[in-house]
């Protein structure tokens, strides 16, 4: 049985659809005695007659009859899985991994995929939210084809590198903050608030952290939380304020965003994949038209 290949299923296929060897030797375009020794192997390897002969014709025996169904359904799996695996290294109709930090999955991301499928219909995405450094994780252990994480991360020669674009980092303050009103603030005047921060070091914290280590600054952090979502919860039920890339998570009319000055402070992100292994093609065309957008991602936003 181990010996049954997809040449002996197409034979056997073929000539019970038309119950004659020469016809079906046409049909495969072959001859009618290696038609007829495909058969006599086939039911050998199975191990019963499939056909029996009658004068010049044959016809199905019942083991044959219920063989062909399964033969046939064998033959399509096969179809399918090569065309399934073809589809992985085709640029057109290709699946890209992608892992993403939240702030580019509520608008940046999905724009460009829109913009990217308009021209590539063809292609699928898998996508998956993470912070920094599960994001970067997932792209050295080669769950995703591509990042995009800010700040690049550091001291990773594996990854491939290019930076996108700046996000503007801004103060989150509760609706009646004594710092509302205020058409800018330093992070002089923050350095005393009770702060809620993301936990993760390997992304927008780290950023955070070198800018009040840069003004000699030391943070009071009060509460830590790497989804954004929750730190602008506790924002707004008047526990602390933050520092957080806009756009927000979601809209709100119970705190008040305030840009910060003296310096502004911004994330660089970046878009990255695994050095050491090639990008399968579809997503290394989606990463050039993520690249070759220029001035429109490389601005701050």
């Not at 303050?173 to 390997?202: D, K, Q, T």
């Amino acid at each position: 049985m181990n010996r049954i290949n997809s040449d002996l299923l197409r034979t056997f296929v073929e000539v019970a659809r038309v119950e004659h060897l020469g016809r079906a030797a046409e049909g495969l375009q072959s001859d009618q005695s290696t038609v007829s020794r495909k058969i006599a192997r086939l039911e050998h390897e199975v191990g019963v007659p499939l056909f029996e002969r009658v004068g010049r014709s044959i016809r199905l025996t019942r083991a044959g009859r219920r063989f062909v169904p399964r033969a046939e359904g064998i033959l399509a799996e096969l179809t399918d899985a090569v065309a399934e695996v073809a589809g992985t290294v085709s640029a057109e109709s290709g699946e890209v991994h992608i892992g993403f930090l939240h702030t580019v999955g509520a608008r940046w991301l999905p724009q460009r995929l829109a913009r990217f499928l308009g021209e590539h219909p063809g292609v699928r995405f898998s996508l998956e939210e993470g912070t920094a450094g599960e994001v970067v994780a997932g792209v050295l252990d080669g769950r995703f084809d591509l990042g995009i994480v800010g700040p690049p991360p550091p001291d990773t020669p594996e990854l491939q590198i290019v930076p996108l674009f700046r996000e503007r980092v801004s103060a989150v303050v509760p609706l009646r903050h004594r710092l509302v009103g205020h058409e800018a603030v330093g992070l002089e005047e923050l350095a005393g608030e009770p702060l809620i921060l993301p936990r993760s070091r390997s992304g927008l914290r780290r950023v955070i952290d070198d800018a009040f280590a840069r003004q000699g600054l030391t943070a009071n952090v009060a509460y830590e939380g790497d989804d954004f979502t929750i730190i602008q919860g506790l924002v707004e039920a008047g526990l602390g304020v933050s520092l957080l890339p806009l756009p927000l998570p979601s809209p709100s009319t119970r705190v008040v965003v305030i840009p910060l000055r003296d310096p502004p402070l911004a994330r660089t992100m970046a878009i990255a994949w695994d050095r050491r292994r090639s990008l399968p093609a579809a997503a290394d065309l989606f990463c050039r038209s993520i690249v070759g957008e220029g001035s429109d991602t490389a601005g701050e936003r």
